[in-house]
């Protein structure tokens, strides 16, 4: 039997992440290509046509209607546990799509019956993987402490004891990046804060020993440099705006994935189901509502401008570290939450 297996990049690489490190190369949603490339492949002999996929379950069933041919797309990029495929009709029959979470927690086994050339029948399971009940395989275990040797100790270094839980993935906030916002203020003097809303990072239970390498699970890209500018009430609504479009926009080939970006120090309302300009509303820093024309401090850090690099500005971790250990214990953090507008009874606001 004939199998192929389609590649797709996240669309959105060159914007979410700095287009100088993928300057040479080109990205973006392509029905279009798509389907000559399935078209290709079952002109080929190819029995069954599956898709590994970095768009996003929203814009992974989005395609999966549009393109024809494709039996399964497995997805990532969003991070969504899927316990059942989702089947999708289009003009070229079914398409099933999942996506199995994220960081290992998972693994998602699709099992296809294929019978005359074609898939007559599935079976799918997310498996959870409880690795310290798995065996390591001896040959891997030695490649990674051969590996981690140089710098074991220092990534084992003790920097904080945290008092409450840390974690990601809420929608709009989680402990984590409260942490990261409280300490970006702190240290660099800012008046605000903006942390992106990234779906990964190991959490904590309250008493856990926050070590360097637990902390650079939050933190660790290649372009992490800390900064801190100068904007404008309008600059910050804007930005605020933009990633809430990003997130909620109605039609998901404009979704980018990922949650909303953490903010640190402003309060503010998101209406998520209105139109783009709209969503922001009532921002207002230590009660006192944000002027369009005035100039506030903001931190942040993974800027995706080339020009960061060569700003000779710190690196977060560096940031966070000082902090972590200026702290020694931490204590547990009130999130910095928007007031949300229109989702009640919306079970997926959390």
């Known amino acids: 039997m004939k199998l192929a297996i389609v590649g797709q990049a996240f669309p959105y690489t060159p ?14 949603i392509q029905d279009d290509n798509l389907q000559k490339v399935v078209d290709a492949a079952r002109a080929a002999g190819a029995q069954v046509v599956v898709v590994l996929s970095h768009n996003g379950m929203d814009v992974d069933l989005k395609m999966a209607g549009r393109v024809r041919g494709i039996d399964a797309i497995l997805g990532g990029h969003t991070h969504d546990g899927i316990p059942v495929p989702v089947v999708v009709a289009n003009p070229g029959g079914k398409t099933l799509v999942t996506n199995a979470g994220s960081n290992t927690k998972f693994l998602g086994v699709l099992d296809l019956d294929v019978k005359g050339g074609k898939v ?3 079976r799918y399971k997310l498996l959870p993987v409880f690795s310290n009940q798995l065996p390591a395989d001896p040959q891997m275990q030695s490649l990674i402490d051969r590996v981690r040797a140089p710098y074991k100790d220092k990534l084992a ?4 004891i945290t008092d409450g839980l840390l974690y990601r993935r809420g929608n709009f906030n989680g402990s984590w990046d409260q942490l990261l916002c409280d300490a970006l203020m702190e240290v660099q003097g800012a008046e605000i804060a903006f942390s992106p809303g990234f779906r990964w990072g190991t959490s904590l239970l309250p008493g856990d020993v926050i070590t360097r390498e637990l902390m650079m699970d939050q933190v660790a890209t290649t372009y992490s440099y800390a900064t801190v500018t100068e904007m404008t009430g309008e600059t910050i609504k804007t930005i605020l705006e933009d990633v809430a479009d990003n997130l909620f926009n109605p039609d998901p080939y404009y979704q980018q994935g990922g949650d ?5 120090g402003l309060a503010y309302a998101i209406a998520p189901g209105e139109s783009m300009g709209k969503r922001i509303q009532d921002l207002r820093l230590a009660g006192r509502p944000i002027e369009a024309d005035k100039r506030y401090r ?4 993974a800027p995706v401008a080339e020009e960061a690099r060569s700003a000779g500005n710190k690196m977060v971790w560096d940031v966070v570290e000082s902090w972590l250990q200026a ?4 204590t547990p953090r009130r999130l910095n939450a928007p007031r949300l507008i229109g989702v009640d009874g919306n079970a997926g606001a959390a």
Do not use: Q
């Open 260 to 264: 909303m970006v953490r903010v640190g």
């Open 298 to 301: 903001v931190a942040g850090w």
């Open 157 to 160: 270094e003790k920097l904080a």
């Open 120 to 122: 007559a029948d599935y």
């Open 327 to 330: 702290k020694g214990r931490v």
């Open 15 to 28: 914007i979410a992440n700095p287009r100088y490190m993928v300057a040479d190369w080109s990205f973006g």
